[in-house]
């Protein structure tokens, strides 16, 4: 009787005390106490990128970047987080991980359309305090230190470059072809027909590439639609109004033309292109290997091409021309780019943040700076990397797309956006796999964009 | 000397017993709940929390980005009025119906009954054979399975070979006909389970039976149809509630083949839930419809209930 009872009363203890071990949760990594000054303490940081593809350019700059600061740092861990994600996977997964302090890395890479969305989040730590006493700083550009801010006039992130896009070709499938060298177009048409009478003389050869479809997620809203968007007399966003533009002839425009190319064989199959490793086989599998004439891309690619990329190839800066993208009828500027970007940032959330706005300046010394802009194949953003000799000779394009700055635009990157480009690529990919219309893919779009703004935020196009 | 103390003396014992019954079982009761605590504690955390939790975020603006990420607010009804005037919505609805009807009720169902039927005749050999290969298949990892059976639909895939060998022409099964491939390989996934439901089922039928209604002279067809099968009657209610339900939460498969596409032509339910939760980040929309396909499985549920229930009465 007496041994019942005891029995008892010890698995009752055990199991109580099983609860309450697995219930706490022990920290992954000791990290010293929140309140206490972590620049003065060692600290144990994290910082996270994504990792997609064979390149290993950012995975090498930022390994040495991490032996630099642990050395300047003793006592301090730099951990590297590479997010194998795809274009907007990785968005969800950062998003995710900024959402707890348990998970929220201390340094993340983020890029500049997803910024005024994640502050409305509040994922992002405001970094005026920090740049204000950075001599670095006004090495910027201004357009640059623009790109960061967000809409309340603070800078959330730093940028480490920009990008700008055009159309490469194949100058030796252009010569098969019977196309010139210097190539030109000056509308959309002039692309189309020099497509045509590739697929028609140089059969086996995928004539254009444009991303399109949700797999490839920003790149086809951006590369894809918005290149071809921003030709027309319209726009996703009314600055004047500041309004969403709707119902606009333009949009319907470019829908017509993704659906020309996808029905008339002139880019890749729909199921090719709705690959989502679609983006790393262009530069390191299509364009090298000759299996793809034109690219509407952008101003990076060659950087599988280099030493250090995922694919070198020497020969490009003689086989690769570029031209400017068209206007659609060829009037405006005549050429269209859109520039990007992306910026080194520290989550609200991070334990670390002085530790972390130590890393992001060992990031963006004078010299790191002009390494990762050339490895990385960016366009420099700092006026003492744009003059570095390093940078200027490394690539024949450079040249060619940092000129295009001049054209360039911006994407209306308000906290929607984000939702909105989802839409944009619903819409390209109901049109490119025959599902629906290019109006009736226009109409929803418009639907969508009213439930996702509210009715009184949309104005109707021209 | 005939005291009472003798009998008074022998009266504790039973009495101690009978008058401690109403106060002591219920002592124990609870201490015998104890260990319980942790078992209990975790479901409620584990199980019950996160449904509570998606209840409560279906009727907020909860996002992954932007507004309704730092605060989050009540929206009452709104994510369900979107669902329900939303194109998209009602597409993943028509093919998640399409897909459990094709390859639950009807695939692996029929499919299931034809092989514990011709399993319950045939040689040891082939029942192993057989058993092992249809287990096999339903035994394999999600993500596994669906590679194999994207190779097998595949543009230049096993299929298509097979199809040319004959001289039938093939297609580009993933691409034009992405539900009904994804269709068929759940059916090839999932028959095991209906074959061995049904197996049991079958087994406890007696043989006196059978012989009965073949000595009076019922056709094979008509012993199935109108001896064999009424009386598995429970076990087909079972199984079929069992497979729709299990059907209609089938993710990691499309996912992996199709990944609902193209465009939205294999996108059901649990993948637009996905793409609106994660890809578009907006997570209360996306719970909204987890809420909607709960109550779509409890409708199925409802009515294979039902029918159970008249076929006990």
């Known amino acids: 009787m007496v041994m019942r009872k005891r029995f008892k009363v010890v698995a009752a203890v055990s199991a109580v005390l099983l609860a309450v071990s697995a219930c706490s949760q022990g920290s992954t990594t000791k990290q010293p106490d929140a309140g206490s000054s972590q620049s003065s303490g060692p600290a144990h940081i994290k910082i996270a990128y994504q990792q997609w593809g064979p390149g290993v350019v950012m995975k090498n700059f930022l390994t040495g970047v991490k032996a630099e600061y642990e050395s300047a740092n003793p006592g ?259 050429k269209v780019s859109l520039s990007g970007g992306w910026t080194w940032a520290i989550p609200a959330k991070s334990k670390n943040p002085d530790a972390a706005w130590n890393l992001i300046k060992t990031l963006q010394t004078q010299k790191n700076a002009a390494k990762y802009a050339t490895d990385g194949a960016q366009i420099a953003v700092r006026k003492d990397v744009a003059d570095d000799a390093g940078y200027k000779n490394s690539a024949k394009s450079t040249q060619f797309f940092t000129d295009l700055v001049s054209v360039t635009v911006y994407r209306p990157a308000y906290a929607e956006y984000p939702k909105v480009s989802n839409e944009i690529i619903t819409a390209m990919e109901a049109v490119m796999t025959g599902q629906s219309s290019p109006d009736k893919a226009a109409k929803n779009y418009d639907e969508a964009v009213e439930g996702i703004v509210g009715k009184d935020k949309t104005t109707q196009g021209q | 000397m005939t005291t009472t103390v003798a009998p008074t003396s022998a009266a504790p014992a039973p009495s101690g017993k009978t008058s401690g019954r109403s106060g002591k079982p219920r002592a124990a009761k609870l201490v015998r709940m104890v260990p319980l605590t942790p078992a209990i504690g975790l479901m409620l955390v584990f199980l019950a929390g996160p449904i509570l939790y998606c209840v409560y975020a279906a009727f907020t603006n909860m996002a992954l980005t932007g507004t309704g990420a730092a605060n989050v607010k009540f929206v009452g009804l709104d994510n369900f009025r979107k669902a ?75 299929l298509n070979v097979m199809l040319h060998a004959v001289g039938l022409p093939g297609q580009d099964w993933l691409y034009a006909a992405p539900i009904i491939a994804v269709s068929l390989a759940n059916i090839w996934r999932g028959t095991a389970f209906s074959m061995l439901v049904y197996s049991a089922a079958l087994s406890e039928i007696p043989k006196e039976i059978e012989e009965s209604a073949e000595m009076d002279g019922a056709s094979g067809a008509r012993r199935l149809v109108f001896v064999t099968v009424p009386m598995i009657s429970r076990a087909v209610m079972t199984n079929l509630m069992l497979i729709t339900l299990q059907t209609l939460s089938v993710f990691g498969l499309i996912f992996a083949m199709t990944r609902g596409g193209p465009g939205t032509k294999s996108q059901t339910l649990p993948l637009y839930m996905y793409e609106q939760a994660f890809s578009f980040s907006q997570i209360g929309y996306g719970t909204a419809i987890a809420l909607v396909m709960l109550a779509i499985g409890a409708v199925f549920s409802l009515i294979y209930l039902r029918g159970l229930n008249s076929e006990a009465a």
Request: aromatic share 12%; proline share 5%.
């Open chain 2, 84 to 158: 329900f005037n939303s194109g998209a919505f009602t597409n993943a609805i028509w093919l998640t119906l399409v897909f459990t009807l094709i390859s639950a009720i009807i695939g692996q169902n029929t499919l299931g009954l034809g092989l514990a039927l011709l399993m319950r005749k045939s040689t040891k050999v082939v029942r192993n054979f057989v058993g092992t290969a249809v287990i096999g298949a339903w035994v394999l990892p999600e993500v596994v399975a669906a590679y194999l059976l994207s190779a097998f639909f595949n543009d230049d895939g096993t």
């Open chain 1, 76 to 334: 301090s861990t730099v951990e590297i987080l590479p997010i194998v994600a795809s274009e907007n996977d990785y968005y969800t997964k950062l998003q995710l991980m900024m959402r707890s302090p348990n998970t929220a890395p201390d340094v993340v890479y983020e890029d500049t359309f997803l910024i005024n969305s994640d502050i409305t989040a509040g994922y992002l730590r405001p970094l005026d305090d920090y740049i204000k006493n950075w001599d670095q700083w006004s090495q910027f550009e201004d357009t640059a230190k623009g790109a960061a801010k967000a809409l309340d006039g603070k800078t959330y992130g730093v940028p480490d470059g920009t990008d700008t896009r055009a159309l490469w070709y194949n100058k030796q499938l252009f010569a098969k072809a019977g196309l010139p060298a210097d190539w030109q177009p000056k509308t959309w048409d002039d692309v189309l027909n020099a497509a045509r009478t590739i697929k028609q003389k140089v059969p086996g050869v995928t004539p254009l590439n444009v991303y399109s479809g949700k797999p490839m997620g920003e790149a086809s809203a951006m590369q894809g639609f918005e290149m071809l968007l921003y030709g027309t007399k319209d726009t996703l966003y009314n600055n004047d109004q500041q309004k969403w533009v709707v119902g606009s002839q333009g949009f319907k425009d470019s829908l017509n033309f993704i659906k020309t190319v996808y029905t008339e064989g002139l880019g890749p199959s729909p199921k090719q292109a709705l690959d989502p490793n679609m983006g790393s086989k262009v530069g390191t599998e299509l364009l090298p290997g000759g299996k793809l004439a034109i690219a509407l891309d952008g101003s990076w690619i060659y950087g599988n091409w280099q030493k250090t990329g995922a694919k070198p190839w020497p020969q490009w800066s003689t086989v690769m021309g570029q031209t400017a993208m068209p206007t659609q009828d060829g009037g405006g500027k005549g």
